[in-house]
């Protein structure tokens, strides 16, 4: 990452740099209590102890692209988060988002709850030390998963293929559902190309149900979102496995960032519609049954160069059947794990009678030319798709002084770039294994495959 001269950049939007380095003082007007008139001074002092990552477990981030920080978040500030929650709950106030997997809580008496166990904590000060300073977390998505109920149903399960977060939802109203929702539209079904770029007739102020858009940016040369890290804090006890624990693709940061970066040099788009992510899978049209495409880099099963194959007793889908693709994140309450938005992950299933509890928050590494840096519309905590407003409509920038989505394509071809304290980790590491990543991968290109690329393989070993 490029230095930056600070004396030049001391505010971005509405945020200082002292703000995003220290984190936010306890009357911060664009806490959700503040913004709600509840609460002139929600945030109480921080408290818990001082968190410190090391070396070793720094070694362990950058080869497995996650880390768990063990006592986080003291036990007072979680069981207040999940009592905001039951009685959300109790009153009847949840969105069921869809059975089984998760609802948001988003009242503001939740949402900070849920802030104060980033913020209130010395996680938020632990996370500035590794990352760099970021805008203050204003919001987060409570991803819930309610166990086993009587008919047997276990929910929770998103498979085990996993995926990167700013990814595009299938919206039912633009994925074609059958051969001739392909005609009705124009297009030919027998044409892998038509099918790569399935989306082209729309643009990039068109947005999914979940509010993801199909397109970041007027130019169409984006189509995924992004952050800096992904962290979760678990506010349920998530030790005995199969109670629905986040499940990570260990290693698979250092194929993902090589992936982008292939799509990078042959032209784009990055994301869906570049080399090796067609919008509909061609494959499935040809089948009569049209899928969602995914990007190549996720089509294979964990190679020897991420540990092999999973398996571990107690870790079992939704069927029964053992997971063997994601690794679990096991936590204890109060504890917490920090990713790369590049590590695929996946919401797993929840045998056990209990409701798994989960804050999971996206932070972005604070951009001192971004004018809208700290906006509350942009919800600071919770986006995936960082440069876009907070319902997800398009905003205006400056491409000479700032763009947002070239930056995206940078960070997306180089994920560690965004880490200040990961730096020397890096280098290390790097050097070491004498090359940039620990196996290096090439992505042949697939004459079935209309502008794709098959699974990557190893060109070193």
């Known amino acids: 990452m490029t230095e930056i001269d600070r004396s030049k950049s001391e505010v971005a939007g509405n945020v200082s740099w002292e703000l995003a380095t220290n984190g ?12 709600a008139g509840i609460n002139a001074n929600p945030f109480q002092t921080r408290i818990g102890p001082k968190l410190k990552v090391t070396d070793e477990q720094k070694s362990r981030l950058y080869h497995d692209g996650f880390l768990v920080i063990k006592h986080a978040v003291p036990l007072e500030l979680t069981r207040d988060a999940r009592e905001r929650v039951k009685h959300l709950r109790a009153s009847g106030g949840t969105h069921d988002f869809q059975r089984g997997f998760q609802f948001f809580a988003t009242t503001p008496e939740c949402q900070q709850g849920f802030v104060n166990m980033f913020e209130g904590s010395r996680l938020g000060e632990c996370l500035r030390e590794l990352i760099g300073p970021f805008s203050p977390i204003i919001a987060c998505d409570a991803h819930n998963t309610p166990g086993a109920d009587d008919s047997g149903y276990v929910g929770g399960d998103q498979g085990e293929m996993g995926h990167i977060d700013g990814m595009m939802a299938p919206p039912p109203q633009y994925y074609p559902k059958n051969i001739d929702d392909i005609l009705a539209l124009g297009k030919d079904p027998k044409d892998p190309k038509a099918m790569h770029c399935y989306m082209s007739h729309l643009d990039h102020t068109v947005q999914n149900p979940m509010g993801t858009p199909f397109y970041m940016d007027p130019e169409r040369t984006l189509t995924i979102g992004d952050f800096t890290a992904f962290v979760g804090i678990a506010f349920s006890d998530q030790t005995e496995l199969g109670c629905g624990q986040t499940g990570v693709r260990r290693g698979f940061h250092h194929d993902t960032e090589q992936f982008f970066r292939m799509q990078r040099d042959a032209g784009g788009p990055i994301g869906y519609e570049g080399p090796g992510w067609p919008r509909v899978d061609p494959a499935s049209v040809a089948r009569g049954t049209p899928q969602m495409g995914m990007p190549s880099a996720l089509l294979q099963p964990p190679q020897p160069r991420h ?15 053992p997971y063997s693709w994601l690794t679990p994140v096991v ?9 790369l938005h590049g590590l695929p992950h996946a919401g797993t299933a929840n045998h056990s009678r209990h409701t798994r509890y989960t804050a999971f928050y996206r932070v972005r590494r604070f951009r001192p030319k971004n004018p809208y840096e700290g906006d509350p519309r942009w919800m600071h905590g919770t986006r995936d798709h960082n440069d876009r407003l907070g319902d997800a409509s398009a905003a205006t920038f400056d491409y000479e002084s700032y763009n947002p989505y070239q930056m995206t394509i940078d960070h997306l071809c180089d994920m560690w770039s965004e880490w200040d304290g990961m730096k020397d980790t890096v280098k290390h590491a790097r050097e070491k294994q004498v090359g940039r990543y620990p196996v290096t991968l090439e992505f042949p290109v697939s004459s079935k495959y209309s502008l794709g690329r098959l699974p990557p393989v190893e060109v070193n070993r």
């Open 24 to 35: 936010p003082p306890s009357n911060y007007e664009y806490f959700p209590e503040v913004r």
């Open 307 to 321: 540990g092999g194959y999973i398996n571990i007793d107690g870790w079992r889908n939704s069927r029964g059947n």
């Open 331 to 339: 936590l204890e309450e109060g504890d917490a794990f920090v990713a």
